[in-house]
Protein backbone atom coordinates (compact mmCIF):
# COMPACT_ATOMS: atom_id res chain seq x y z
CA UNK A 1 0.00 0.00 0.00
CA UNK A 2 0.99 3.26 -0.74
CA UNK A 3 1.57 6.36 2.02
CA UNK A 4 2.47 9.43 2.98
CA UNK A 5 3.87 11.06 5.76
CA UNK A 6 4.17 14.62 6.55
CA UNK A 7 6.00 14.92 9.95
CA UNK A 8 4.94 18.60 11.73
CA UNK A 9 1.22 19.40 11.03
CA UNK A 10 2.31 23.05 12.14
CA UNK A 11 5.27 24.85 11.10
CA UNK A 12 6.56 28.60 11.70
CA UNK A 13 9.11 29.95 10.10
CA UNK A 14 10.76 33.92 10.05
CA UNK A 15 10.87 35.43 7.20
CA UNK A 16 14.16 35.04 5.16
CA UNK A 17 14.43 31.96 6.86
CA UNK A 18 15.00 28.47 5.12
CA UNK A 19 11.68 26.47 5.16
CA UNK A 20 11.93 22.97 5.40
CA UNK A 21 8.54 20.48 4.71
CA UNK A 22 9.74 17.12 5.67
CA UNK A 23 7.64 13.83 3.75
CA UNK A 24 8.26 10.63 3.69
CA UNK A 25 6.38 8.05 1.73
CA UNK A 26 6.15 4.13 1.25
CA UNK A 27 5.49 2.85 -2.37
CA UNK A 28 6.24 -0.76 -3.58
CA UNK A 29 7.17 0.82 -7.47
CA UNK A 30 9.52 3.82 -7.92
CA UNK A 31 7.26 6.65 -6.91
CA UNK A 32 5.77 9.96 -8.90
CA UNK A 33 5.84 12.62 -6.11
CA UNK A 34 4.03 15.99 -6.28
CA UNK A 35 4.01 18.65 -3.55
CA UNK A 36 0.78 21.27 -3.53
CA UNK A 37 0.33 24.35 -1.84
CA UNK A 38 -3.16 25.17 -0.90
CA UNK A 39 -4.11 29.11 -0.03
CA UNK A 40 -7.05 29.69 2.26
CA UNK A 41 -10.51 28.72 0.15
CA UNK A 42 -8.62 27.77 -2.53
CA UNK A 43 -7.84 24.78 -4.66
CA UNK A 44 -4.57 22.79 -4.37
CA UNK A 45 -1.90 24.15 -7.16
CA UNK A 46 1.20 22.02 -7.95
CA UNK A 47 4.05 23.06 -6.69
CA UNK A 48 6.32 20.60 -8.45
CA UNK A 49 6.51 17.15 -9.04
CA UNK A 50 9.01 14.34 -9.53
CA UNK A 51 8.72 11.52 -11.81
CA UNK A 52 12.16 9.91 -11.99
CA UNK A 53 14.24 11.86 -13.44
CA UNK A 54 16.42 14.60 -11.67
CA UNK A 55 16.42 13.82 -8.00
CA UNK A 56 16.25 17.24 -6.97
CA UNK A 57 13.25 19.16 -8.62
CA UNK A 58 12.64 22.42 -8.80
CA UNK A 59 9.15 24.43 -8.77
CA UNK A 60 7.48 27.11 -8.82
CA UNK A 61 7.98 30.63 -6.47
CA UNK A 62 11.60 29.17 -5.41
CA UNK A 63 10.33 26.31 -4.31
CA UNK A 64 12.31 22.29 -4.53
CA UNK A 65 12.42 19.28 -3.60
CA UNK A 66 14.96 16.13 -3.68
CA UNK A 67 13.63 12.88 -3.90
CA UNK A 68 16.33 10.71 -1.37
CA UNK A 69 15.55 6.86 -2.12
CA UNK A 70 17.73 5.49 0.67
CA UNK A 71 15.72 7.50 3.04
CA UNK A 72 12.18 7.18 1.20
CA UNK A 73 11.76 10.89 1.28
CA UNK A 74 10.74 14.13 -0.31
CA UNK A 75 11.38 17.23 1.54
CA UNK A 76 10.46 19.77 0.61
CA UNK A 77 12.91 23.60 0.91
CA UNK A 78 12.91 26.87 0.04
CA UNK A 79 15.88 29.16 0.83
CA UNK A 80 14.28 32.29 2.12
CA UNK A 81 10.83 32.03 3.49
CA UNK A 82 8.74 35.04 2.05
CA UNK A 83 5.17 35.99 4.13
CA UNK A 84 3.10 34.96 0.94
CA UNK A 85 4.55 31.42 1.54
CA UNK A 86 2.12 31.62 4.22
CA UNK A 87 -0.51 28.11 3.29
CA UNK A 88 -0.97 24.65 3.73
CA UNK A 89 0.94 22.05 2.37
CA UNK A 90 0.39 18.64 0.85
CA UNK A 91 2.60 16.26 -0.34
CA UNK A 92 1.45 13.49 -2.09
CA UNK A 93 2.13 10.37 -4.35
CA UNK A 94 1.01 8.62 -7.18
CA UNK A 95 0.47 4.77 -7.83
CA UNK A 96 -1.08 4.06 -10.97
CA UNK A 97 -4.21 6.19 -11.43
CA UNK A 98 -4.40 6.43 -7.20
CA UNK A 99 -3.17 9.48 -5.53
CA UNK A 100 -2.19 9.60 -1.79
CA UNK A 101 -2.24 12.71 -0.08
CA UNK A 102 -0.52 13.25 3.34
CA UNK A 103 -2.26 15.14 5.86
CA UNK A 104 -0.51 18.80 5.53
CA UNK A 105 1.61 21.05 7.02
CA UNK A 106 0.36 24.42 7.56
CA UNK A 107 3.60 27.16 7.25
CA UNK A 108 3.67 30.09 9.36
CA UNK A 109 5.67 32.78 8.31
CA UNK A 110 6.67 35.29 10.42
CA UNK A 111 7.44 38.87 9.83
CA UNK B 1 -7.23 26.84 -21.86
CA UNK B 2 -9.74 26.84 -18.68
CA UNK B 3 -8.83 25.00 -15.60
CA UNK B 4 -11.34 22.42 -13.55
CA UNK B 5 -14.59 24.65 -12.73
CA UNK B 6 -16.67 23.61 -9.79
CA UNK B 7 -20.13 24.92 -8.96
CA UNK B 8 -21.43 26.07 -6.62
CA UNK B 9 -19.17 27.61 -5.05
CA UNK B 10 -20.49 27.76 -1.74
CA UNK B 11 -23.53 25.56 -0.76
CA UNK B 12 -26.25 26.14 2.05
CA UNK B 13 -28.68 22.96 2.54
CA UNK B 14 -30.72 22.21 5.50
CA UNK B 15 -30.75 19.24 7.20
CA UNK B 16 -32.28 16.26 5.22
CA UNK B 17 -32.03 18.27 1.45
CA UNK B 18 -30.01 17.35 -1.16
CA UNK B 19 -26.73 18.76 -2.43
CA UNK B 20 -25.41 18.45 -6.21
CA UNK B 21 -22.32 19.43 -6.34
CA UNK B 22 -20.91 19.73 -10.15
CA UNK B 23 -17.46 19.54 -11.34
CA UNK B 24 -16.21 20.42 -15.08
CA UNK B 25 -12.57 19.10 -15.87
CA UNK B 26 -10.06 20.50 -18.11
CA UNK B 27 -10.64 19.65 -21.72
CA UNK B 28 -9.23 16.50 -22.82
CA UNK B 29 -8.77 14.87 -19.32
CA UNK B 30 -10.94 12.20 -18.94
CA UNK B 31 -10.47 11.13 -15.00
CA UNK B 32 -12.04 13.16 -12.35
CA UNK B 33 -11.19 12.29 -8.53
CA UNK B 34 -13.19 13.97 -5.57
CA UNK B 35 -11.98 14.49 -2.41
CA UNK B 36 -13.67 16.06 0.59
CA UNK B 37 -11.53 18.02 3.38
CA UNK B 38 -12.45 19.03 6.95
CA UNK B 39 -11.19 21.49 9.18
CA UNK B 40 -7.61 20.60 10.21
CA UNK B 41 -7.58 17.56 7.95
CA UNK B 42 -5.86 16.69 4.98
CA UNK B 43 -7.79 15.24 1.73
CA UNK B 44 -9.80 12.26 2.06
CA UNK B 45 -10.19 10.77 -1.36
CA UNK B 46 -13.88 9.56 -2.31
CA UNK B 47 -14.37 8.35 -5.71
CA UNK B 48 -12.79 8.02 -9.19
CA UNK B 49 -13.69 8.31 -12.03
CA UNK B 50 -13.94 8.09 -16.27
CA UNK B 51 -16.10 8.77 -18.40
CA UNK B 52 -19.50 6.69 -17.74
CA UNK B 53 -17.38 4.43 -15.46
CA UNK B 54 -16.67 4.65 -11.54
CA UNK B 55 -12.93 3.22 -11.00
CA UNK B 56 -12.92 3.45 -7.82
CA UNK B 57 -15.48 4.59 -4.69
CA UNK B 58 -13.24 2.84 -2.38
CA UNK B 59 -13.55 6.21 0.00
CA UNK B 60 -17.24 7.14 -0.30
CA UNK B 61 -19.50 6.59 2.44
CA UNK B 62 -22.09 3.63 1.49
CA UNK B 63 -24.97 5.33 2.16
CA UNK B 64 -26.48 8.63 0.80
CA UNK B 65 -23.56 9.27 -1.49
CA UNK B 66 -23.33 8.58 -5.28
CA UNK B 67 -21.16 10.18 -7.90
CA UNK B 68 -21.47 10.12 -12.08
CA UNK B 69 -19.70 11.25 -14.84
CA UNK B 70 -21.66 11.02 -18.04
CA UNK B 71 -20.65 11.01 -21.14
CA UNK B 72 -21.36 14.37 -21.84
CA UNK B 73 -21.65 17.51 -19.36
CA UNK B 74 -19.83 17.87 -15.95
CA UNK B 75 -19.17 15.20 -13.43
CA UNK B 76 -21.93 15.28 -9.90
CA UNK B 77 -21.16 14.40 -6.70
CA UNK B 78 -24.31 14.18 -5.15
CA UNK B 79 -25.72 14.23 -1.27
CA UNK B 80 -28.85 12.88 -0.46
CA UNK B 81 -30.53 13.50 3.04
CA UNK B 82 -27.62 15.81 3.80
CA UNK B 83 -26.25 15.74 7.60
CA UNK B 84 -24.43 18.68 9.66
CA UNK B 85 -21.30 15.99 9.41
CA UNK B 86 -21.17 16.49 5.74
CA UNK B 87 -20.09 20.06 6.23
CA UNK B 88 -16.75 20.47 4.45
CA UNK B 89 -15.15 21.49 1.46
CA UNK B 90 -15.44 19.22 -1.64
CA UNK B 91 -12.69 19.04 -4.00
CA UNK B 92 -12.54 17.43 -7.33
CA UNK B 93 -9.16 17.47 -9.81
CA UNK B 94 -9.27 16.22 -13.13
CA UNK B 95 -6.02 14.34 -14.46
CA UNK B 96 -4.69 13.53 -17.71
CA UNK B 97 -3.27 10.72 -16.15
CA UNK B 98 0.23 12.01 -14.57
CA UNK B 99 -1.06 14.78 -11.92
CA UNK B 100 -3.84 16.27 -11.00
CA UNK B 101 -5.35 20.00 -11.39
CA UNK B 102 -7.53 20.97 -8.57
CA UNK B 103 -11.17 22.74 -8.80
CA UNK B 104 -11.61 26.01 -6.44
CA UNK B 105 -13.92 23.55 -4.39
CA UNK B 106 -17.45 23.40 -3.02
CA UNK B 107 -18.10 24.22 0.84
CA UNK B 108 -20.88 23.36 1.69
CA UNK B 109 -22.71 24.27 4.84
CA UNK B 110 -25.69 22.18 6.19
CA UNK B 111 -27.44 23.93 8.80
Redesign the interface.
Known amino acids: AQSVTQLGSHVSVSEGALVLLRCNYSSSVPP ?1 L ?1 W ?1 VQYP ?6 LL ?1 Y ?1 SAATLVKGINGFEAEFKKSETSFHLTKPSAHMSDAAEY ?1 CAV ?1 SG ?8 TSLTVIP | NAGVMQNPRHLVRRRGQEARLRCSPMKGHSHVYWYRQLPEEGLKFMVYLQKENIIDESGMPKERFSAEFPKEGPSILRIQQVVRGDSAAYFCASSPLDEQYFGPGTRLTVT
Do not use: E, H, I, P
Open positions: YFYNQGLQLKTFRNQFYFGTG
